[in-house]
């Protein structure tokens, strides 16, 4: 006990200290933080409540000692308290983005000025944005929004727990989460708003474990309503729904849709964009980017897309490089987390880990942030959950390129090693499997 609590005392001391460090010192005192991690989680291991309940408390103060602490290392934060005031002052959130002129009347020195590409319109999903106006009608500012990701990602570790006991696993493991230097960082202190879709999902996870189908399908709704990524297991869900679960499950979407569609687009226009031009800190994308640059494959491909286009009366402009990258790791992404879904034997948590594991690899871009999709379920995979928690260690890295993509030799530091452990980690598992093939 002794030591669980000078650990925690002197992890909360260092997260107090990150927003007066440098960058250079927020990435080393990252490092620092995952090793107190990994001493705590084998602290608390074994029988004991009273190291369980100081090390859930910890958790909750190193999420409170960065909620008050301006973000640094993103903005997404602005961007979601400008979709809140403007659907408190009753305009739609899809319509227009924020530098178009007629949310001019909106615009204040503390928001507009950090809103990160304000010439496009938002692309948070429904749920999100209601969220979004929820917390906005409150009167809350970021300060406000950002404590809200943080008791968000504390309803993801109640939602881890519930997957572990659902599997029979144990619930320390939930620390390798909870104590985790990355989702404390990107909830409390950038306010993201990836732990409440988390949260969601894992509540699914939970719900479709133990057999409770109508609720695994309202929260797995919920869950894509928050962000998109969900969709790719939709698959899996569906195999594993009745009938009347299924239509649980999209009378959610659309639910959550309808104020949104009724006025307007049920939809932000900005998910295109996204699609269209996001690229950072991926190794996949550029590699079949370039290999699309050098095989020039291009011209072909554009005239036979060219006489469908035609034959469908379909206009638009010519298919670049760009644009068959995309598609290339698009298609993979999709084709692998449908893969999944027709595993024998693998449960819910390791499928869901597997088939977003492998799109956000996959992907085109690549935030620190994007890996807490990942992270509670790599935890709960326990032997399986080395190579993502060095990545969850590694990301932060990204941090030191300031300005501009990711350089080349800071994205083969953070994504070589950690592909190199899942590798051997999925070796591993796989001679498992072979050694004992009627195990469950």
Same mark, same amino acid.
């Given at each position: 006990?002794? &030591?669980? &609590?000078?650990?925690?005392?002197?992890?909360?001391?260092?997260?107090?200290?990150?927003?007066? !460090?440098?960058?250079?010192?927020?990435?080393?005192?990252?490092?620092?933080?995952?090793?107190?991690?990994?001493?705590?989680?084998?602290?608390?291991?074994?029988?004991?409540?009273?190291?369980?309940?100081?090390?859930?408390?910890?958790?909750?103060?190193?999420?409170?000692?960065?909620?008050?602490?301006?973000?640094?290392?993103?903005?997404?934060?602005?961007?979601?308290?400008?979709?809140?005031?403007?659907?408190?002052?009753?305009?739609?959130?899809?319509?227009?983005?924020?530098?178009?002129?007629?949310?001019?009347?909106?615009?204040?020195?503390?928001?507009?000025?950090?809103?990160?590409?304000?010439?496009?319109?938002?692309?948070?999903?429904?749920?999100?944005?209601?969220?979004?106006?929820?917390?906005?009608?409150? $009167?809350?500012?970021?300060?406000?929004?950002?404590?809200?990701?943080?008791?968000?990602?504390?309803?993801?570790?109640?939602?881890?727990?519930?997957?572990?006991?659902?599997?029979?696993?144990?619930?320390?493991?939930?620390?390798?989460?909870?104590?985790?230097?990355?989702?404390?960082?990107?909830?409390?202190?950038?306010?993201?708003?990836?732990?409440? @879709?988390?949260?969601?999902?894992?509540?699914?996870?939970?719900?479709?474990?133990?057999?409770? @189908?109508?609720?695994?399908?309202?929260?797995?709704?919920?869950?894509?309503?928050?962000?998109?990524?969900?969709?790719?297991?939709?698959?899996?869900?569906?195999?594993?729904?009745?009938?009347?679960?299924?239509?649980?499950?999209?009378?959610?979407?659309?639910?959550?849709?309808?104020?949104?569609?009724?006025?307007?687009?049920? %939809?932000?226009?900005?998910?295109?964009? %996204?699609?269209?031009?996001?690229?950072? @800190?991926?190794?996949?994308?550029? !590699?079949?980017?370039?290999?699309?640059?050098?095989?020039?494959?291009?011209?072909?491909?554009?005239?036979?897309?060219?006489?469908?286009?035609?034959?469908?009366?379909?206009?638009?402009?010519?298919? @670049?490089?760009?644009?068959?990258?995309? !598609?290339?790791?698009?298609?993979?992404?999709?084709?692998?987390?449908?893969?999944?879904?027709?595993?024998?034997?693998?449960?819910?948590?390791?499928?869901?880990? *597997?088939?977003?594991?492998?799109?956000?690899?996959?992907?085109?871009?690549?935030?620190?942030?994007? &890996?807490?999709?990942?992270?509670?379920?790599?935890?709960?995979?326990?032997?399986?959950? $080395?190579?993502?928690?060095? *990545?969850?260690?590694?990301?932060?890295?990204?941090? *030191?390129?300031?300005?501009?993509?990711?350089?080349?030799?800071?994205?083969?530091?953070?994504?070589?090693?950690?592909?190199?452990?899942?590798?051997?980690?999925?070796?591993?598992?796989?001679?498992?499997?072979?050694?004992?093939?009627?195990?469950?």
């Amino acid at each position: 006990m002794t &030591v669980l &609590v000078l650990i925690a005392i002197a992890s909360l001391a260092l997260y107090a200290a990150l927003p007066a !460090l440098p960058i250079g010192g927020v990435v080393a005192a990252h490092l620092a933080l995952t090793a107190a991690m990994l001493v705590a989680w084998r602290t608390t291991r074994g029988p004991g409540e009273g190291r369980w309940r100081v090390a859930l408390v910890a958790a909750v103060l190193f999420r409170v000692a960065l909620v008050a602490a301006p973000p640094v290392l993103s903005s997404d934060v602005y961007r979601y308290v400008w979709d809140g005031r403007i659907q408190a002052a009753g305009h739609h959130p899809y319509k227009f983005p924020p530098a178009d002129p007629m949310r001019a009347e909106f615009r204040d020195e503390a928001v507009y000025p950090r809103i990160d590409q304000p010439e496009i319109p938002t692309i948070h999903p429904p749920l999100a944005e209601l969220l979004f106006a929820a917390l906005a009608g409150l $009167g809350f500012g970021v300060v406000g929004f950002k404590a809200a990701m943080a008791l968000a990602d504390v309803v993801a570790i109640g939602a881890l727990i519930a997957v572990l006991k659902a599997l029979r696993r144990p619930r320390e493991l939930a620390l390798l989460y909870a104590w985790n230097p990355l989702a404390v960082v990107e909830t409390a202190w950038s306010g993201h708003v990836e732990p409440a @879709g988390i949260a969601l999902l894992l509540l699914a996870i939970a719900a479709i474990t133990t057999g409770r @189908g109508a609720r695994a399908a309202a929260a797995f709704g919920a869950a894509i309503q928050t962000k998109l990524l969900p969709l790719l297991l939709v698959p899996g869900f569906l195999r594993r729904l009745k009938l009347r679960e299924v239509a649980i499950l999209a009378a959610v979407v659309a639910l959550v849709a309808a104020p949104y569609a009724i006025r307007g687009p049920a %939809y932000g226009a900005g998910v295109l964009a %996204y699609a269209h031009r996001w690229e950072h @800190g991926s190794i996949a994308f550029p !590699l079949v980017l370039s290999a699309y640059r050098k095989l020039d494959a291009t011209p072909a491909l554009a005239e036979a897309i060219g006489k469908v286009q035609a034959r469908w009366g379909v206009s638009g402009r010519a298919v @670049g490089p760009q644009e068959l990258a995309r !598609l290339t790791v698009g298609a993979l992404a999709l084709g692998w987390a449908a893969a999944q879904s027709f595993r024998p034997r693998i449960d819910a948590a390791h499928e869901a880990r *597997l088939a977003l594991g492998g799109a956000l690899l996959l992907a085109p871009t690549l935030h620190p942030w994007y &890996v807490l999709w990942v992270l509670p379920l790599a935890a709960a995979a326990a032997g399986t959950a $080395g190579g993502w928690l060095l *990545l969850a260690a590694l990301v932060p890295l990204q941090y *030191l390129q300031r300005g501009g993509d990711v350089t080349w030799p800071l994205r083969l530091a953070i994504l070589l090693p950690s592909f190199a452990w899942m590798a051997v980690d999925s070796w591993r598992s796989w001679r498992r499997r072979r050694a004992a093939p009627d195990a469950t």
